[in-house]
């Protein structure tokens, strides 16, 4: 090699090393970075780990907390999931807000704001989007959240098959999606890591005699399913009539049946592996859909893209983004009103109150637009 | 780590250290040896299994 050759070589090379030591640091912060979930003062009244349901998830990423807020009377059960899909920041957080604000009165509450811990540790490649998202909170301190990928984090799972066959329908699907979670379910006990967590909720909902069981999700708002609610069969005249108090209250909700033949979502194998009534919630978020400009932590929270207002005059969207914006304080809003109105549309489909469950303390959907600062409803 | 994984592993040190070879002994454009860098920032972040 000629002396230049070796200078060249030795520049790009060092600049390599720079590059990933840059990357490294970054995605390595990343992946380690624990949020803090205020259970002080909260009706939290019990916390344990998931792997109480699948014991080979002890030691992995996955073995999350479930949060449990107690009644001081017996009831029926709820089980509320945030983060399946982790770029869509309205579930989990949503998860997080109804943990540390609700109380509840009669019946039990179970909260896993980061069913997809994996997925909650990476950002989804050539996206742009950001890591991480902070709110304020009232008295001044900054709380910081993962923003992370649909998809489980390849180091817990890899490689991905060419494709993958979901078990046990034997349903055939991009490789991909064997580390989407809601696609995995009813899961599998030996499995993958996102197979081996649905086994873990659909047995912890067995295990328990969970009544009903709601996964909050947000979705492009250019995608057919938004602003909506997707009912198992056997939940559907709870859903109907939950979707009927929201639009009462001004919010307006579609509502979709559960796909007979898609599956391992939530709202389809839940539903057919356990008792519970399965519910899933979807929502229009600006920072996930494919029209979107510019992606960073100012378009999570607001919502504002110019690329949508444009989408909304072309008729191109579900959600209505007259407004200009479609804010994460909103979203979160949507997902709260809309548990507290399935809730209550289970409560009335019950022949006695034995198996009721009653909240309080729930955030008004209409001050939580209005405030459009979530940071106040967070502890 | 499953079986898989590790056989994966494998193969990623194996492509990591062709690459480099390459690189510090076979390509003489700059354009080339910059290409080799990009790739191997890539592998090695996945050898350490950081993402
Ligand atoms: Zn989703």
């Not at chain 1, 997809?116 to 540790?121: D, F, H, T, V």
């Not at chain 1, 295990?207 to 009912?231: F, G, Q, R």
């Not at chain 1, 709870?238 to 001004?250: P, R, T």
């Not at chain 1, 599956?263 to 494919?290: C, I, K």
């Amino acid at each position: 090699m000629k002396k230049k050759g070796i200078i060249s070589t030795c520049i790009i090379l060092a600049i390599a090393i720079v590059c990933t030591v840059i990357a490294g640091t970054s995605f390595y912060n990343k992946r380690n970075f624990k949020e803090d979930i205020v259970t002080e003062g909260s009706a939290v009244t019990r916390t344990y780990k998931l792997s109480t349901y699948n014991k080979n998830l002890k030691g992995t990423i996955a073995n999350v907390d479930i949060y449990v807020l107690e009644g001081k009377e017996p009831g029926g059960s709820i089980l509320i999931l945030g983060g399946t899909h982790a770029n869509e920041p309205a579930g989990h957080m949503a998860a997080i807000v109804m943990l540390e604000q609700l109380t509840v009165e009669k019946g039990t509450v179970y909260v896993i704001p980061q069913i997809n811990m994996s997925g909650l540790s990476h950002n989804d490649p050539l996206e742009g989007q950001p890591q991480f998202i902070h709110f304020t909170t009232k008295d001044g301190s900054v709380r910081t959240f993962h923003f992370g990928s649909r998809a489980a984090n390849p180091i817990d799972q890899w490689p991905d098959p060419d494709i993958y066959t979901h078990k046990p329908s034997g349903q055939g699907l991009s490789g991909s999606e064997t580390r989407n979670l809601n696609r995995c379910y009813p899961g599998q006990k030996y499995g993958t890591l996102s197979e081996q967590v649905a086994y873990a909720v659909t047995n912890m909902i067995n295990t328990e005699k969970i009544d009903m069981e709601i996964d909050l999700h947000e979705s492009s708002p250019e995608y057919a399913v938004n602003n909506a609610c997707v009912a198992h069969e056997r939940a559907m005249a709870i859903a109907a009539e939950g979707v009927l108090n929201l639009e009462m209250d001004d919010i307006s909700m579609r509502l979709e049946p559960s796909p007979v033949t898609l599956h391992g979502l939530t709202h389809r194998e839940l539903g057919d592996f356990t008792d519970t009534y399965a519910l899933l919630l979807e929502v229009g978020n600006p920072s996930q859909g494919r029209f979107r400009g510019y992606t960073d932590e100012k378009l999570v929270i607001t919502g504002e893209d110019p690329c949508y207002v444009i989408a909304q005059k072309l008729g191109l969207l579900y959600v209505d983004y007259s407004a200009g914006n479609f804010p994460l304080s909103l979203r979160v809003a949507r997902h709260v009103a809309g548990c507290a109105a399935f809730i209550q549309a289970y409560n009335d489909s019950l022949d006695d109150d034995a198996r009721a469950i009653i909240i309080d303390n729930v955030p008004d959907y209409h001050e939580m637009v209005e405030t459009d600062d979530l940071g106040l409803y967070l502890r | 780590m499953t079986f898989t994984t590790i056989i994966y592993l494998a193969i990623a040190v194996m492509v990591f250290a062709s690459v480099l070879y390459n690189m510090l002994f076979k390509e003489t454009k700059v354009v080339d040896k910059i290409s080799c860098a990009m790739i191997l920032v890539c592998l090695i972040l996945r050898i350490f299994m950081i993402k």
